[in-house]
């Protein structure tokens, strides 16, 4: 695997992440306004989504700044 698709790849992990993290954001606030018509347990379960997202951005940022020092040490290395 080259560091072109480990960019790309953790850039799509952080883009999911997002688009978790909105979709358990609106779930929550959803609940928050209907909440005599959604459980304790959708409120609990859209937290637990929110907290996944967050630590799936977390790590796919963390692969892309790999792979960025990767691809500068390249270059200094070539240089």
């Not at 909105?22 to 907290?51: I, V, Y």
């Amino acid at each position: 695997m080259d560091v072109g698709s480990i960019s790309q790849n953790a850039l799509l992990g952080i883009s999911k992440g997002l688009n978790q993290a909105n979709n358990a954001s609106a779930k929550l606030a959803s609940a928050d306004q209907l909440s005599g018509e959604h459980s304790q347990q959708d409120k609990t379960q859209a937290l637990t989504e929110l907290k996944q997202a967050e630590a799936q951005v977390q790590l796919s940022a963390k692969v892309a700044q790999t792979a960025g020092d990767v691809i500068g040490s390249i270059i200094d290395i070539t240089a």
